[in-house]
């Protein structure tokens, strides 16, 4: 079946724009979360969705970056005013629900964004 | 917050060798710990996970084990081949079932990823 997508694959923006980054989630998963891969480095976790609402928002690097979900489906990630640091592997992942099982994150193939 | 530590950074091995990645994490109560492989330009993919109530899990090649006293937990991978090779990443996530849920819609989740081994496996 289908995966997690997100678009665009690549973005390419000019510092001191806005970005937004979409998520599709694999139909029916509950959690959505969004992480960030800067070059060679791990996973940092920004923040995660339970339905609509995100009962965890710590791990958004300032108050440029924003996300929201929609219809317990769809996510955006925002940042404002983008910054040469924001550069960056965009990933979202997706769980489906129930802990008994469904903790496993399916992750989508990323947006890569180059701030110039 | 939490913090996962992940040692080595990188790690090259002989085929047919075994390899062994350890995490810390400092969370008590991180309950369940995840191991996802990611292979160069693509998506990082679950391979075996563990929660806190088991010791050690075994899926063919692969194992991991976990001791919650000392709060590390290591993945094991024997007979390496060349298509083991990529980057590793553990992580420690808390599980909370929101109890106000009626519906097994899933619990509040801490995550927290080590930073990566990039794993090379020498034919």
């Known amino acids: 079946g289908a995966g997690v997508s997100q678009s665009p694959s690549n973005k390419v923006t000019e510092k001191g724009k806005d970005v937004e980054l979409r998520c599709d989630p694999i139909s029916g998963h509950t959690a959505l979360y969004w992480y960030r891969q800067s070059l060679g480095q791990g996973l940092e976790f920004l923040i995660y969705f339970q339905g609509n609402s995100a009962p965890d928002k710590s791990g958004l690097p300032s108050d440029r970056f924003s996300a929201e979900r929609t219809g317990g489906s769809v996510s955006t990630l925002t940042i404002q005013r983008t910054q040469q640091e924001d550069s960056a592997v965009y990933l979202c992942?997706?769980?489906?629900?129930?802990?008994?099982?469904?903790?496993?994150?399916?992750f989508g193939p990323g947006t890569r964004l180059t701030v110039t | 917050g939490e913090n996962v530590e992940q040692h080595p950074s990188t790690l090259s091995v002989q085929e047919g060798d075994s390899a062994v990645i350890k995490c810390t994490y400092s969370?008590?109560?991180?309950?369940?710990f995840p191991w996802y492989k990611q292979e160069l330009g693509k998506r990082p993919q679950l391979i075996i996970d563990i929660r806190s109530n088991v010791g050690e899990k075994k899926d063919q090649r692969i194992a991991v084990t976990l001791n919650k006293t000392a709060k590390h937990f290591s993945l094991h991978i024997t007979e390496t081949q060349p298509e083991d090779s990529a980057v590793y990443f553990c992580?420690?996530?808390?599980?909370?079932?929101?109890?106000?849920?009626?519906?097994?819609?899933?619990?509040?989740?801490?995550?927290?990823f080590g930073i990566g081994t990039k794993l090379q496996v020498i034919p």
């Open positions: 992942a997706s769980s489906p629900p129930g802990l008994a099982g469904g903790v496993e994150q399916y």
């Open positions: 992580a420690a996530i808390r599980l909370q079932a929101q109890l106000w849920s009626r519906s097994n819609s899933g619990g509040y989740q801490k995550v927290t």
């Open positions: 969370d008590s109560a991180s309950n369940y």
